[in-house]
Structures are given as structure tokens and as C-alpha cells.
Nanobody, 120 residues
Framework: QVQLVESGGGLVQAGGSLRLSCVAS????????MGWYRQAPGKERELVAV???????YYGDSVKGRFTISRDNAKNTVYLQMNSLKPEDIAVYYC??????????????WGQGTQVTVSS
């Protein structure tokens, strides 16, 4: 069974920082691309950042220069460091995995989401 468990969301003032974490189980973590997506009320889910199995990173235009994605393969964990937060960053943030599973095969999976709220 694949599980992605996010943590680290909360309420922060504009200009502040938060670090999200996502712990994965049931997948061959080092072989998976890991990503963070977000969904604001009334909007579609959008890409925030992705880190490939090889460590290459990609960011959505709205977060470039402010957010940093990283991974620790020894801990099966992906992080999202969010700095200079803005009210427009308010959303539920979801962790995503894409790649091989421990029990064989490949798949894409989502966490349950963690709320990020930024006060102006």
C-alpha cells in the first residue's frame, strides 16, 4: 500500500516561511519523481515544484526564487521550503509521487493535503 503523508502546513504572516514535508511508504522512493502541487479555492490544482529521481528540479513560475524542493532518499521524504510567502500562496498543498512501487509496477499517488494560509 502506497502512502504519502504531508505535514508542516499552517498559518503564517506574509513574508514568512514554512517548510512542508512528505513522507512516503510503499514506493521505491529513490526511483520516484516527487512533486508538490497546490489547489486554491475555486481554482484548478497547479504544479508548484517537482524533483526527479536524479535530483533535477522544476518550479511553477509563481514560486520561482521563493520556494525550494529537496529530497532525502534515506528518509523517504521530500521537502518544500517556502519563503517570502504571499496571500496568493494560500492553498491546500499536495504531495505527489510518480514511479516504481515496492510491490512492483508503477503508479502516481497523492497525499491527503496540508493547508497553508498566509495572513496579509
Amino acid at each position: 500500500q502506497v502512502q504519502l503523508v504531508e505535514s508542516g502546513g499552517g498559518l503564517v504572516q506574509a513574508g514568512g516561511s514554512l517548510r512542508l514535508s512528505c513522507v512516503a511508504s510503499g514506493i521505491i522512493f529513490s526511483g520516484n519523481a516527487m512533486g508538490w502541487y497546490r489547489q486554491a479555492p475555486g481554482k484548478e490544482r497547479e504544479l508548484v515544484a517537482v524533483i526527479t529521481s536524479g535530483g533535477n528540479t522544476y518550479y511553477g513560475d509563481s514560486v520561482k526564487g521563493r520556494f525550494t524542493i529537496s529530497r532525502d532518499n534515506a528518509k523517504n521524504t521530500v521537502y518544500l521550503q517556502m519563503n517570502s510567502l504571499k496571500p496568493e500562496d494560500i492553498a491546500v498543498y499536495y504531495c505527489n509521487s510518480n514511479g516504481p512501487r515496492l510491490l512492483g509496477g508503477f503508479g502516481k499517488y497523492w497525499g491527503q493535503g496540508t493547508q497553508v494560509t498566509v495572513s496579509s
